[in-house]
């Protein structure tokens, strides 16, 4: 019985084992999928534990998907750039980390609202791992422009720092974390994305173009959500995204292909 797990706190709820241990069951495999939840001062020691169980490997949340960097054996792919994890994977005796986030957000993007990144401007809430993720997807995908704005404004002009060595084309300028200047950079913007776990934002939804593209990556319904969506807006939350980084999370540890179909339901059903 091969185990994963989700590595995040407090991790209150968490839709993921619901996931994959349905895609485990469609495959018939034997794979058991299980919530961890761990303190950040506890994290060292977990991971230890863990690799001495001969756990396969598991993915990582809110606190922890930079600070478990420094524990792992190596980067690969988006990971090694972003100095951020969500996927962890077993390599032999090695642990490696790998970032899904990216990818999973703009496979529901384009697949749940159709917006093309290529020559827009967006504005992003949040600087943590999942907003470097997204940042970087967004500029891959030809984004031109990009507003970053977080409580700790250091940290928003790191994901600028980052942008401006991975993608020299997306300009990049950090907004003060005011309702007055988030929201003029929501104005200007075509799509508006919260990636911090607040419920309260400083924005006034009233004041977007209800062109605006509104998404969410917290998978729960959010004000946000709600909000954009009475105004007018095309408002996504984050279900999507958990469904598409966590298919290729899958397919990381597995070497197989995710059961899209079965995931997804899994999750609606689970997120009711």
Known sequence: M?????LGYPLTRTLSPAMHNAAFRALRMEAVYVPWKVAPAQLRATIAGLRAAGAAGGNVTIPHK????SLLDGLAGEAELLRTVNTIVRRGTRWIGYNTDGEGFLHALREETRFDPRGKTACLLGAGGAAKAVACALAKA???KLYVANRTPSRAQRVAALLARRARRTIVRVAAWRAAAVTEAARESHLVINATPLTRL????????RDTVVYDLIYQPTRLVREARRHGCLASNGLGMLLYQGASAFELWTGRPAPIQVMSKALRKAAR
Do not use: M, S
Not at 2 to 6: A, D, Q
Not at 66 to 69: S, T
């Open 2 to 6: 091969k185990l994963y797990g989700i």
């Open 66 to 69: 930079e600070a478990v960097v």
């Open 142 to 144: 030809g984004l031109a």
């Open 202 to 209: 400083p924005l006034d939804v009233e004041r977007l173009d």
